[in-house]
């Protein structure tokens, strides 16, 4: 036990390196772009003031100062919680931040919940019953799930479940009088599944393939012999061990749902970090551009970490050193 | 000797290709709507870029057999227009990040060291990043544009390849053919591109088939989202582009229907040949 505790402290801390370059890329990217670093570094107002002494300030900041001593002025903003401010409209990027994350990860958790579930599931029933209708529907969708484009997904779901049917909000995230998280599911619905449409076709093939794979073993046949019901042959045996390169792919495939964010958040409104990345791009607003960069590096380098520790949890032959 | 042995296997796969329903299937699709998109000017009497006030939203009808958009274009006319430039952009993206590629994952297979170290992190950086926000990031930095975007399609698009061929360059520099061309003092360089990188071209042929099919999804993905070809240039991600408003969605289906379907049904094609290419050219993966 204590060897695994060890194991993960040291995954852990191997990150730091990591992480300090990518904070290190996002300066360097940071001061190669266009425009004065004072625009996002000084709140517009202030700038704008008649009395404020431009070079007084910059001495007082330490802007004359070599790059690498501005380098960890940044930095250390930056462990404040300080991101600088958008060139387009003055706002604080941490506060830009913190209106708009939560709904991405809102978004981006949802769909993984609803795609896992129902991709292991489904690629669950297409193996036990192998070349049946409910297989070749599977398949089907499979080939779907990797062909159409997500954003075409999403507008035939509002035209048919919004628009047609009216059973659910065209969009936003929020309508009015809702107050709780449930108040509001009707809204999450639609994105979420959009969202995990593909990431769910891919599981469910992959759920298929590697059952198929294990049901052929010959653990599986012994504990069939020895007269297991068809039920526990199925969940005891087989899935156990079909599971794990399932969850890894999982893992792996993590940032490609935050990517897919920002084309889904686009196609129904939803107010996340997608829609505030897509406008800072647009607008060639640097700043924003470089801190959701180096935020969804972060998310990358912890889900490289989360497919290592699952591979330790899961695999009883990886071994602690 | 050579020849007729080569024209026996180059047959053999054919053969394996023509019964493979799949492959067959997605080629036909590629060849049909390919055709379409050369034949364009024959197919449709109309200009994809000629702006008609007096004919706007137009529904289908017989004179235009998709109607017609927010200016008055013909939205089969863009459609077949627009295929040449979409298919043009997959197919280019995905021949320049398998050159890439191919290229790195040569000298990082074949010679080792501290650039194949090196290369294989960066290529883990390049995959496990989300390819659309990289994308996003550079389209800042590049401006819009088609070079601009097959360019960038290239450069973060290398990495599957790369590592595909150093695989097999690590597997087959060991090879005893390999060794016998260094004792004949063959150079380093006529080892690696002529005698093992012939070896490794059919599962990069696979993967070019396949990158085709996402960069043309990637492409509409962008375009759809206003960032990828400039607007006024036919794509089929740029005419689906109308579909972001919701009035749109609802009374002018012709709008995005078509250029949808189209874009899937390709895409489609594309990875079912792919697969079965695959099936023939590289067995054991």
């Given at each position: 036990?204590?060897?695994?505790?060890?194991?993960f402290?040291?995954r852990f801390?191997s990150i730091?390196?990591m992480?300090?370059?990518?904070?290190?890329?996002?300066?360097?990217?940071?001061?190669?772009?266009?425009?004065?670093?004072?625009?996002?570094?000084?709140?517009?107002?202030?700038?704008?003031?008649?009395?404020?002494?431009?070079?007084?300030?910059?001495?007082?900041?330490?802007?004359?100062?070599?790059?690498?001593?501005?380098?960890?002025?940044?930095?250390?903003?930056?462990?404040?919680?300080?991101?600088?401010?958008?060139?387009?409209?003055?706002?604080?990027?941490?506060?830009?931040?913190?209106?708009?994350?939560?709904?991405?990860?809102?978004?981006?958790?949802?769909?993984?919940?609803?795609?896992?579930?129902?991709?292991?599931?489904?690629?669950?029933?297409?193996?036990?019953?192998?070349?049946?209708?409910?297989?070749?529907?599977?398949?089907?969708?499979?080939?779907?799930?990797?062909?159409?484009?997500?954003?075409?997904?999403?507008?035939?779901?509002?035209?048919?479940?919004?628009?047609?049917?009216?059973?659910?909000?065209?969009?936003?995230?929020?309508?009015?009088?809702?107050?709780?998280?449930?108040?509001?599911?009707?809204?999450?619905?639609?994105?979420?599944?959009?969202?995990?449409?593909?990431?769910?076709?891919?599981?469910?093939?992959?759920?298929?393939?590697?059952?198929?794979?294990?049901?052929?073993?010959?653990?599986?046949?012994?504990?069939?012999?020895?007269?297991?019901?068809?039920?526990?042959?199925?969940?005891?045996?087989?899935?156990?061990?079909?599971?794990?390169?399932?969850?890894?792919?999982?893992v792996?495939?993590?940032?490609?749902?935050?990517?897919?964010?920002?084309?889904?958040?686009?196609?129904?409104?939803?107010?996340?970090?997608?829609?505030?990345?897509?406008?800072?791009?647009?607008?060639?607003?640097?700043?924003?551009?470089?801190?959701?960069?180096?935020?969804?590096?972060?998310?990358?380098l912890l889900a490289s970490f989360l497919v290592d520790l699952l591979?330790?949890?899961?695999?009883?032959?990886?071994?602690?050193? | 000797?050579?020849?007729?042995?080569?024209?026996?296997?180059?047959?053999?796969?054919?053969?394996?290709?023509?019964?493979?329903?799949?492959?067959?299937?997605?080629?036909?699709?590629?060849?049909?709507?390919?055709?379409?998109?050369?034949?364009?000017?024959?197919?449709?009497?109309?200009?994809?870029?000629?702006?008609?006030?007096?004919?706007?939203?137009?529904?289908?009808?017989?004179?235009?057999?998709?109607?017609?958009?927010?200016?008055?274009?013909?939205?089969?006319?863009?459609?077949?227009?627009?295929?040449?430039?979409?298919?043009?952009?997959?197919?280019?993206?995905?021949?320049?990040?398998?050159?890439?590629?191919?290229?790195?994952?040569?000298?990082?297979?074949?010679?080792?060291?501290?650039?194949?170290?090196?290369?294989?992190?960066?290529?883990?950086?390049?995959?496990?990043?989300?390819?659309?926000?990289?994308?996003?990031?550079?389209?800042?930095?590049?401006?819009?544009?088609?070079?601009?975007?097959?360019?960038?399609?290239?450069?973060?698009?290398?990495?599957?390849?790369?590592?595909?061929?150093?695989?097999?360059?690590?597997?087959?520099?060991?090879?005893?053919?390999?060794?016998?061309?260094?004792?004949?003092?063959?150079?380093?360089?006529?080892?690696?591109?002529?005698?093992?990188?012939?070896?490794?071209?059919?599962?990069?042929?696979?993967?070019?088939?396949?990158?085709?099919?996402?960069?043309?999804?990637?492409?509409?993905?962008?375009?759809?989202?206003?960032?990828?070809?400039?607007?006024?240039?036919?794509?089929?991600?740029?005419?689906?582009?109308?579909?972001?408003?919701?009035?749109?969605?609802?009374?002018?289906?012709?709008?995005?229907?078509?250029?949808?379907?189209?874009?899937?049904?390709?895409?489609?094609?594309?990875?079912?040949?792919?697969?079965?290419?695959?099936?023939?050219?590289?067995?054991?993966?």
């Amino acid at each position: 036990m204590r060897d695994v505790f060890k194991y993960f402290t040291f995954r852990f801390l191997s990150i730091i390196p990591m992480l300090l370059l990518v904070i290190v890329i996002i300066f360097a990217g940071l001061q190669l772009t266009p425009g004065d670093p004072l625009a996002y570094m000084i709140p517009p107002e202030q700038l704008g003031s008649a009395d404020f002494d431009i070079e007084a300030y910059k001495k007082a900041m330490g802007l004359d100062a070599p790059v690498y001593i501005q380098f960890f002025q940044w930095f250390g903003d930056l462990l404040q919680g300080e991101l600088g401010f958008s060139l387009v409209d003055g706002s604080a990027i941490s506060k830009m931040l913190a209106n708009r994350l939560p709904a991405t990860l809102e978004l981006a958790f949802a769909a993984l919940a609803v795609s896992s579930v129902l991709g292991i599931l489904l690629g669950l029933v297409s193996s036990i019953r192998q070349n049946s209708a409910v297989d070749y529907g599977n398949t089907a969708l499979g080939v779907l799930g990797i062909s159409v484009p997500e954003f075409f997904v999403g507008i035939i779901a509002i035209q048919v479940f919004a628009i047609t049917l009216g059973w659910l909000p065209v969009s936003g995230r929020i309508g009015y009088g809702d107050v709780t998280f449930f108040d509001r599911i009707d809204y999450l619905v639609m994105p979420a599944l959009v969202l995990g449409f593909s990431l769910t076709a891919a599981l469910m093939r992959y759920t298929r393939g590697t059952m198929l794979d294990v049901l052929g073993k010959d653990y599986v046949k012994t504990a069939r012999s020895k007269g297991l019901p068809e039920w526990k042959v199925i969940t005891k045996h087989a899935f156990r061990n079909a599971l794990m390169p399932v969850v890894l792919l999982l893992v792996f495939r993590l940032p490609l749902l935050i990517g897919g964010t920002v084309i889904i958040e686009s196609v129904f409104g939803w107010p996340g970090m997608g829609g505030m990345l897509l406008d800072a791009v647009s607008a060639k607003d640097y700043p924003v551009v470089m801190i959701c960069t180096m935020l969804v590096a972060f998310m990358v380098l912890l889900a490289s970490f989360l497919v290592d520790l699952l591979t330790a949890l899961l695999d009883p032959r990886v071994r602690f050193e | 000797m050579q020849a007729a042995e080569k024209s026996s296997l180059a047959m053999r796969n054919w053969e394996k290709l023509r019964r493979n329903r799949l492959a067959v299937t997605g080629f036909v699709i590629i060849a049909l709507m390919s055709l379409a998109a050369i034949l364009a000017p024959l197919l449709t009497p109309y200009d994809p870029g000629a702006v008609n006030l007096a004919k706007r939203v137009q529904p289908p009808s017989w004179a235009h057999l998709l109607g017609t958009d927010k200016l008055g274009r013909d939205v089969l006319a863009r459609l077949l227009y627009g295929a040449r430039l979409s298919i043009v952009i997959g197919l280019c993206s995905a021949l320049g990040g398998a050159l890439i590629g191919t290229v790195l994952g040569c000298f990082s297979g074949y010679f080792g060291g501290w650039f194949d170290k090196v290369m294989l992190r960066v290529s883990e950086l390049f995959m496990t990043f989300p390819q659309i926000i990289l994308i996003l990031i550079l389209v800042v930095f590049f401006g819009q544009g088609v070079f601009n975007l097959i360019f960038i399609f290239a450069i973060t698009g290398w990495s599957g390849t790369y590592r595909l061929v150093r695989a097999r360059f690590f597997s087959l520099r060991q090879e005893s053919y390999v060794e016998a061309c260094r004792a004949f003092g063959i150079g380093e360089a006529s080892i690696m591109f002529k005698h093992i990188l012939p070896n490794t071209l059919s599962p990069v042929i696979v993967s070019i088939t396949l990158m085709t099919a996402g960069f043309i999804l990637a492409e509409s993905g962008l375009s759809f989202l206003g960032l990828g070809v400039p607007s006024g240039i036919p794509t089929w991600g740029n005419i689906i582009n109308a579909a972001k408003a919701i009035d749109v969605i609802q009374n002018n289906p012709w709008l995005w229907i078509p250029p949808g379907v189209t874009i899937s049904l390709f895409v489609l094609g594309t990875n079912f040949f792919g697969d079965g290419l695959r099936d023939v050219l590289d067995p054991n993966q």
